[in-house]
């Protein structure tokens, strides 16, 4: 077992944020506008050693402990009211072997900063479709993104992790070392330390993308819904198939990864569905398609979502998406693939048999709004449940112990629980989509 046991160092307090301090009020704000704790303490962390006296700190002085990297939980687990955040903004750095087709990315590294990385090389892995979401948290929940169904989920192409344990304990998860852990950190989320560096495997992938969207009027449109459905399940493994449907209209087509031709080509398989209102035919660099649903308005917006797994996408559950209320932005997005090649025992991420993943995500700026656009958001994800086979552990917000129970079956669960046990008996790593140690409840 390659673990380092650390000499005790205190934190140091020139670089702790508390209230009242430049700087704090910046350090705490996140993706959703929602969220407005105020920590007692933030600590800008750099190395492991670091980690390791923060979290020491934080159980000294009975403080709960949260675990900023990106900040997009949409209830804001990175930052702890009162609590102690471990800010791993600091240690942003990717370093890229391009002859061994590894990246070592650091703990707070965004997605963004991977590809930037990468591209130069024409390589990349899986990375999620927001550049500024943290590679921590994507990974650690599974890691979905437009080169899964080629090359698998983020997870699955983790080499080895670098982890902090409760107990201040550097340790290294991989295939060889400490393989039970390796196997919970791949899907099991931040149940069990802070990882301080992930070792990814990357991809020849090129530096070209394609984009091809169909609107359609939602009302009439469940016939080609249910075409663009039948063809996803057909498609090659470089074209995602997406479906967004907003402000009625449907808007039904998919993202390429790779030539640009071949995509264009493969684009004209479309042309089954009804005739568009309108069609769009992009062509852009794979560092661009990561950016395309970027926040131009930054950390500004209030946001709430609701998803699900649906192993089966059927006609009756088409009916019901496609009539949503037309201020609710729901989203459809394709599995199968390399996602599915991986045994669902094989990792803690779960339910790999999933056709397609949904959500139904509201974002606002009056916060008089709040309790009515969280439950347009609520209503739209209701209307579905009954179709749904689980959940995206990612995408779960504030659904607690029972959402959990949706995103992993209850072998698995067992499975993460005495993982838990072992690594985290006390429980503090507990913000998070919690599964608690056994004889305690989700806090």
Same mark, same amino acid.
């Given at each position: 077992?390659?673990?380092?046991?650390?000499?005790?160092?205190?934190?140091?307090?020139?670089?702790?944020?508390?209230?009242?301090?430049?700087?704090?009020?910046?350090?705490?704000?996140?993706? &959703?506008?929602?969220?407005?704790?105020?920590?007692?303490?933030?600590?800008?962390?750099?190395?492991?050693?670091?980690? #390791?006296?923060?979290?020491?700190?934080?159980?000294?002085?009975?403080?709960?402990?949260?675990?900023?990297?990106?900040?997009?939980?949409?209830?804001?687990? +990175?930052?702890?009211?009162?609590?102690?955040?471990?800010?791993?903004?600091?240690?942003?750095?990717?370093?890229?072997?391009?002859?061994?087709?590894?990246? %070592?990315?650091?703990?707070?590294?965004?997605?963004?900063?991977?590809?930037?990385?990468?591209?130069?090389?024409?390589?990349?892995?899986?990375?999620? &479709?927001?550049?500024?979401?943290?590679?921590?948290?994507?990974?650690?929940?599974?890691?979905?993104?437009?080169?899964?169904?080629?090359?698998?989920?983020?997870?699955?192409?983790?080499?080895?992790?670098?982890?902090?344990?409760?107990?201040?304990?550097?340790?290294?998860?991989?295939?060889?070392?400490?393989?039970?852990?390796?196997?919970?950190?791949?899907?099991?989320?931040?149940?069990?330390?802070?990882?301080?560096?992930?070792?990814?495997?990357?991809?020849?992938?090129?530096?070209?993308?394609?984009?091809?969207?169909?609107?359609?009027? #939602?009302?009439?449109?469940?016939?080609?819904?249910?075409?663009?459905?039948?063809?996803?399940?057909?498609?090659?493994?470089?074209?995602?198939?997406? =479906?967004?449907?907003?402000?009625?209209?449907?808007?039904?087509?998919?993202? %390429?990864?790779?030539?640009?031709?071949?995509?264009?080509?493969?684009?004209?398989?479309?042309?089954?569905?009804?005739?568009?209102?309108?069609?769009?035919?992009?062509?852009?660099?794979?560092?661009?398609?990561?950016?395309?649903?970027?926040?131009?308005?930054?950390?500004?917006?209030?946001?709430?979502?609701?998803?699900?797994?649906?192993?089966?996408?059927?006609?009756?559950?088409?009916?019901?998406?496609?009539?949503?209320?037309?201020?609710?932005?729901?989203?459809?997005?394709?599995?199968?693939?390399?996602?599915?090649?991986?045994?669902?025992?094989?990792?803690?991420?779960?339910?790999?048999?999933?056709?397609?993943?949904?959500?139904? #995500?509201?974002?606002?700026?009056?916060?008089?709004?709040?309790?009515?656009?969280?439950?347009?958001?609520?209503?739209?994800?209701?209307?579905?449940?009954?179709? =749904?086979?689980?959940?995206?552990?990612?995408?779960?917000?504030?659904?607690?112990?029972?959402?959990?129970?949706?995103?992993?079956?209850?072998?698995?669960?067992?499975?993460?629980?005495?993982?838990?046990?072992?690594?985290?008996?006390?429980?503090?790593?507990?913000? &998070?989509?919690?599964?608690?140690?056994?004889?305690?409840? +989700?806090?």
């Amino acid at each position: 077992m390659a673990t380092t046991r650390r000499q005790s160092t205190p934190i140091s307090d020139t670089e702790v944020l508390r209230p009242g301090d430049d700087g704090y009020d910046g350090a705490r704000q996140v993706w &959703n506008a929602m969220v407005d704790h105020r920590p007692a303490m933030i600590v800008p962390c750099r190395t492991p050693e670091d980690v #390791a006296a923060a979290i020491e700190h934080a159980r000294q002085e009975g403080l709960e402990i949260g675990v900023r990297c990106g900040g997009h939980s949409v209830i804001g687990h +990175a930052v702890p009211d009162g609590g102690l955040m471990i800010d791993l903004t600091p240690m942003g750095a990717v370093r890229v072997n391009p002859d061994r087709r590894r990246a %070592w990315v650091q703990g707070g590294a965004l997605l963004g900063a991977l590809d930037a990385a990468t591209q130069p090389y024409g390589l990349a892995t899986t990375a999620g &479709n927001v550049s500024h979401t943290g590679v921590g948290g994507l990974t650690l929940g599974g890691g979905m993104g437009w080169l899964a169904r080629q090359y698998g989920l983020a997870c699955d192409n983790v080499v080895s992790f670098e982890l902090v344990t409760a107990g201040g304990d550097i340790v290294r998860a991989s295939a060889e070392e400490e393989p039970e852990l390796f196997w919970g950190l791949r899907g099991g989320g931040g149940n069990f330390g802070v990882v301080t560096e992930f070792e990814f495997e990357l991809h020849e992938t090129g530096t070209r993308a394609l984009t091809v969207e169909l609107d359609f009027p #939602a009302s009439g449109a469940a016939p080609a819904v249910a075409q663009w459905r039948d063809l996803s399940a057909t498609a090659p493994r470089q074209a995602t198939y997406t =479906a967004d449907i907003a402000g009625g209209v449907v808007t039904l087509g998919f993202v %390429w990864i790779g030539d640009p031709e071949e995509g264009r080509a493969h684009a004209r398989v479309l042309d089954a569905l009804h005739t568009p209102l309108e069609r769009r035919v992009g062509e852009l660099s794979y560092i661009d398609l990561q950016r395309i649903g970027d926040s131009v308005e930054g950390h500004s917006l209030r946001r709430y979502w609701k998803g699900h797994y649906f192993r089966e996408l059927t006609d009756a559950a088409i009916e019901v998406l496609v009539a949503q209320d037309p201020a609710v932005a729901a989203s459809l997005q394709a599995y199968g693939g390399a996602i599915a090649d991986v045994a669902d025992d094989a990792t803690a991420y779960s339910q790999r048999g999933t056709a397609f993943e949904y959500v139904a #995500a509201v974002r606002w700026t009056d916060p008089t709004e709040d309790e009515a656009r969280m439950q347009s958001a609520r209503d739209a994800g209701a209307r579905l449940e009954h179709f =749904a086979s689980g959940v995206y552990v990612n995408v779960l917000s504030d659904d607690g112990a029972a959402g959990v129970r949706r995103a992993y079956p209850p072998a698995k669960l067992a499975r993460l629980t005495a993982l838990k046990d072992a690594f985290d008996p006390d429980n503090v790593f507990h913000l &998070n989509q919690n599964i608690p140690p056994s004889g305690s409840a +989700a806090t």
